[in-house]
């Protein structure tokens, strides 16, 4: 009798500890975050991983405590590499719009062109975000990349008809290997007979700010213009180049020869004559030599500059919620409620293994706000500086001149910690 009540009571305390440490490990996820989204996942797509991202965005707590959230994505990518039928493993993971989503963005097609290396998922995420069936892709895979990703990325285009994939140079930030690995997509797409309106280059690490319409609507806007980042630097380093291939073998032996060369040729209309260019050195002179200060707002009412290609911040400009990487912020789950109220285009950078949350949050966004009707008002970019220029007007009748004070690599004045916090909004608008 002695030996079946011990024996009783050690089962007792078993079953004990096993509902002991279920509770406390539910509990401990609870409190982080932290969800086994393996399992959740496993039979639909990626892109619906369980996450409240509006709770999470517009709750500040809520949002530090899935800073530590992870997304294992690992067992996606064994499958897709394993895949006898990648297209039908692709249909079943990843989001690809079948169908344009209205009249109006089927009768405005974009071109893109993207540079990319690593991480098969992000890279899919990407993609798939960005892909429309009336949009134009090229993709140069960099000659840096491994063997599985390129042959991976190379058997894409027997899934989508308007997708182009070629294989690059190696290259390195600042490097010719960029220009030219970009620049072949941007030639190819020209030569296509695809009636495209306008092209946008994309690195790896880029993710959507607005959807399809809303740049279908803010394309429309520029008005034919070009639209590039102006800096001294980039107007004077070729004087006297007349020809677009002249100007890409003078930068073969050049610092960052990509971001110059766009600049370059949009902002010089007497000495390359492009459609869309505008008179670059008069922003110049602008900044020189008019004591005003920059637009104080930044939202999709009120552009506040003339550059919306991308958003990017550098470490000396500060108001990084992420961390920094090569002086550039990874932006984090932290810096996505900010992120989306903003008027540029794409994000750079986004890490799908830096805070997982903050990207798929973003990507959702993107995805929730494409399949709801919209009233989105692109009038705003009509009055950027640029585009004003380009449409006749004089740099004295410019409407917003103050809005091409700040470039890419403007240093603000310092600011206190409280200062920055305060210019970041924590909720969805």
């Excluded at 063997?147 to 989508?160: D, G």
């Excluded at 989306?340 to 950078?349: A, N």
Aim: charged residues 20%.
């Amino acid at each position: 009798m002695r030996r079946i009540y011990v024996t009783s009571c050690r089962r007792f305390l078993s079953k004990f500890h096993i509902l002991l440490f279920a509770a406390l490990f539910l509990y401990w996820n609870s409190r982080i975050g932290v969800l086994n989204d393996e399992l959740q996942v496993r039979y639909h797509h990626l892109e619906a991983v369980h996450l409240d991202c509006p709770s999470i965005l517009s709750d500040i707590n809520l949002a530090t405590r899935y800073a530590y959230w992870n997304l294992d994505s690992k067992s996606y990518e064994e499958e897709l590499l394993s895949s006898e039928n990648i297209c039908e493993t692709l249909d079943k993971r990843f989001l690809f719009e079948k169908e344009p989503l209205s009249d109006e963005e089927a009768d405005y097609p974009l071109a893109y062109g993207l540079l990319i290396h690593k991480n098969i998922i992000q890279f899919l995420l990407q993609l798939s975000i960005f892909y429309h069936p009336q949009n134009a892709y090229c993709i140069v895979v960099d000659g840096t990349a491994s063997k599985t990703f390129r042959k991976f990325v190379m058997s894409l285009p027997k899934c989508f008809a308007n997708v182009v994939v070629f294989t690059g140079k190696r290259s390195q930030w600042g490097t010719y290997g960029i220009l030219d690995n970009v620049y072949r997509c941007f030639k190819h797409l020209t030569l296509m007979e695809h009636d495209w309106k306008y092209y946008q280059y994309l690195s790896g690490s880029d993710l959507p700010m607005r959807t399809n319409l809303e740049m279908v609507r803010i394309m429309k806007a520029l008005n034919g213009s070009i639209n590039s980042e102006v800096e001294e630097y980039e107007l004077n380093r070729y004087h006297g180049m007349e020809k677009v291939q002249t100007l890409m073998n003078y930068l073969y032996h050049t610092f960052i020869p990509d971001e110059s060369f766009w600049s370059s040729v949009a902002g010089n209309p007497a000495l390359i004559q492009v459609p869309g260019s505008f008179k670059a050195r008069e922003i110049i002179w602008l900044r020189k030599h008019l004591n005003i200060n920059p637009a104080a707002e930044n939202t999709v009412n009120s552009v506040g500059t003339s550059y919306i290609g991308r958003y990017q911040i550098w470490e000396w400009q500060g108001g990084c919620l992420g961390k920094w990487r090569s002086w550039s912020c990874v932006f984090g789950i932290m810096d996505v409620p900010y992120i989306i109220t903003r008027p540029e285009l794409v994000v750079h950078k986004m890490d799908l293994n830096f805070q997982p949350a903050g990207f798929m949050c973003l990507l959702k966004e993107i995805r929730r706000r494409s399949h709801i009707a919209s009233d989105f008002d692109a009038r705003s970019y009509g009055e950027m500086p640029t585009v004003e220029l380009h449409g006749g007007r004089s740099i004295t009748e410019l409407t917003h001149p103050d809005w091409i004070v700040r470039s890419s690599f403007y240093r603000p004045p310092p600011i206190s910690r409280d200062e920055e916090d305060a210019q970041k909004p924590r909720n969805f608008k």
